[in-house]
């Protein structure tokens, strides 16, 4: 009869396909269940923390909810941080943990459910009779409110027999939340009205839009209003034309897009949250544009929102399409945007300014001066190079803003940033293990730094492994914690601590079975452009490891800089 650890295996594998992990006391029969019982995947890391991050970066990376897996103790609490990132990422997985005895704590156990509370995820502990029920109730958990959840399995019952595997319901999604209510109908109202007489209409979409299925009912708002648009760095390429799109805003935004965003007199928000980065610290927006905000959050949030709706980012686009085309349940007259008053004689403002050349950033220059490579051109040249059917893959740190200004990508599951939602680094390698089984026909790439790229090296076997000749990484080697550098340098604080001996990551990746390459000058990339053309299927996995310049901050960072001189 199947074990306690076998039902758990057997009905998660009825809703997930991709389970990452590390082997230990406490997961081993649920892993012998899951590998001899289930058609899930198994994929092996080489530290707890990485297969967390594996799981989130394939449930962003393919929208479908993952596992990961360790055992008690401390293979628990490796997992603690990369936890703490899904949760406050809103990345939807299922921890499957080995934990105490049922008869109490061993003096190597800790309070699991007490830590996992503590960075916000739920655990959902089986027993010997509810095992499956359990286990289909924690998964319902994760989908429902996107966040990851604890599903442990005692240590004394593990392995008991459980009986006949009984049939398990579904987990219940719930539906698309709709705007509701008077005040609801009432406020698309005044967003509709405030579109249709804007002069300079702008709409921001972020990942929240991305996950409710916005894209069509957002580019044709767009259309509707001759609005320009941007998204957030996690909803990058939502907007379905790039012609009239200024890209991400804050930070990582173009000196010119940013500005043309100042000179906006509406703005509707869809499914981004206005952190202090998308919102440049306060100025992103001018004192007079008047901003709404459509999200599932209980209130704004931000305090320049001067209008909300709770609601999916998609079905209060399409209301306001509709409204806008004055569909039988629009209140509003039957008016186009070419024949309201302020704009009868000029064409829409996002057909009167040069959007190309407004969101193009700082070319660099092919050497900074400390003879170092300038990361702006080497950037800029890699974009040139990459495959364009890539998903990008971000570690957290100073480098972050070189991929993100400099390399578009498609669609806002082809850029993943695990690791920024809870400002952590070491996220990087594991990432591509779970993007490259999520993605299997598309070329993997990591941008990371050498403060997380070491931080994290456990798991540069398992990149290369998973990813093989569709994976590669650029490492942005400036022998130091950047960020740190930056911030704390420059007021004169002690740099000892924030300084990294120069590594030589191309010999690293080498020793697992890489291609490394060391780039000193913009020609060392060459290699790229000829690695792009070669067969993925016989050719290794490239590590660029780029000799950068520690010298040219990155716009964001001056922006973090300034706001805390």
Same mark, same amino acid.
């Given at each position: ?50 297969? +967390? ?65 503590? +960075? ?7 027993? *010997? ?14 989908? &429902? ?32 939340l709709a705007p509701r209510g008077e005040f609801a ?10 579109? *249709? ?8 979409a972020g990942r929240g839009a991305w996950l409710a ?72 927006? #001018? ?5 709404f905000q459509v999200d599932t959050a209980p209130t ?172 590669? #990484? ?10 740190? +550098? ?16 120069? +590594? ?33 299927? &016989? ?27």
């Amino acid at each position: 009869m199947p074990s306690v650890s076998a039902h758990v295996a057997l009905t998660l594998a009825q809703h997930i396909d991709a389970v990452f992990g590390v082997m230990g006391n406490g997961n081993a029969y649920f892993l012998d269940a899951l590998e001899k019982q289930t058609d899930a995947v198994f994929t092996a890391v080489r530290h707890e923390a990485g297969a +967390v991050v594996a799981a989130d970066a394939h449930c962003r990376a393919s929208g479908r909810i993952a596992a990961a897996t360790s055992t008690y103790g401390a293979g628990f609490t490796n997992t603690v941080t990369s936890l703490a990132e899904a949760v406050q990422a809103h990345v939807p997985l299922v921890l499957v943990v080995g934990d105490e005895p049922t008869s109490g704590p061993r003096p190597w156990d800790v309070d699991q459910i007490a830590l996992a509370s503590a +960075v916000g995820a739920r655990t959902y502990t089986v027993g *010997r009779a509810d095992a499956a029920a359990t286990t289909v109730i924690a998964v319902e958990h994760a989908l &429902t409110y996107r966040v990851p959840v604890v599903l442990a399995i005692p240590y004394d019952v593990a392995a008991l027999d459980a009986g006949v595997l009984p049939a398990a319901p579904a987990p219940r999604i719930p539906e698309p939340l709709a705007p509701r209510g008077e005040f609801a109908e009432g406020m698309l109202d005044e967003i509709a009205a405030a579109l *249709r007489d804007a002069e300079r209409p702008f709409l921001l979409a972020g990942r929240g839009a991305w996950l409710a299925g916005a894209s069509e009912a957002l580019g044709a708002l767009a259309d509707a209003t001759g609005a320009l648009t941007a998204s957030s760095a996690l909803g990058r390429g939502v907007f379905p034309d790039p012609d009239h799109d200024l890209g991400v805003t804050g930070g990582f935004g173009a000196d010119g897009a940013m500005s043309l965003v100042r000179e906006a007199d509406v703005a509707v928000v869809f499914g981004a949250s206005l952190n202090q980065f998308t919102m440049r610290f306060g100025e992103l927006f #001018a004192p007079g544009t008047r901003v709404f905000q459509v999200d599932t959050a209980p209130t704004a949030t931000h305090p320049h929102v001067g209008g909300f709706v709770r609601a999916d980012a998609r079905l209060a686009a399409e209301a306001l399409v509709a409204r806008l085309r004055d569909g039988d349940d629009s209140p509003l007259p039957e008016v186009s945007l070419a024949a309201s008053t302020h704009t009868r004689d000029l064409p829409a403002w996002r057909d009167r300014v040069d959007v190309s050349a407004a969101r193009s950033y700082d070319p660099g220059d092919d050497l900074a001066p400390d003879g170092r490579l300038d990361p702006r051109s080497a950037a800029r040249r890699i974009a040139e190079l990459l495959p364009e059917d890539r998903v990008v893959v971000s570690d957290g740190g100073h480098f972050i803003g070189w991929a993100n200004m400099y390399w578009p990508v498609a669609a806002p599951d082809r850029m993943m940033m695990v690791g920024t939602a809870f400002q952590s680094i070491g996220q990087g390698w594991p990432s591509v293990v779970g993007a490259a089984l999520a993605r299997r026909d598309s070329t993997i790439v990591l941008t990371s730094g050498d403060g997380g790229g070491l931080m994290a090296i456990a798991d540069l076997e398992s990149a290369v492994r998973a990813a093989g000749g569709r994976g590669m #990484a650029v490492i942005w080697n400036d022998a130091a914690y950047g960020a740190e +550098v930056n911030l704390y340098g420059l007021k004169g604080l002690a740099e000892g601590p924030m300084r990294i001996p120069e +590594v030589d990551f191309a010999a690293f990746g080498a020793a697992v079975g890489a291609e490394g390459v060391v780039v000193r000058t913009l020609a060392d990339l060459d290699r790229l452009q000829s690695w792009t053309r070669e067969d993925a299927a &016989t050719r290794r996995f490239l590590l660029l490891d780029l000799r950068i310049s520690g010298d040219v901050i990155a716009p964001y960072q001056q922006e973090i800089i300034r706001v805390n001189s």
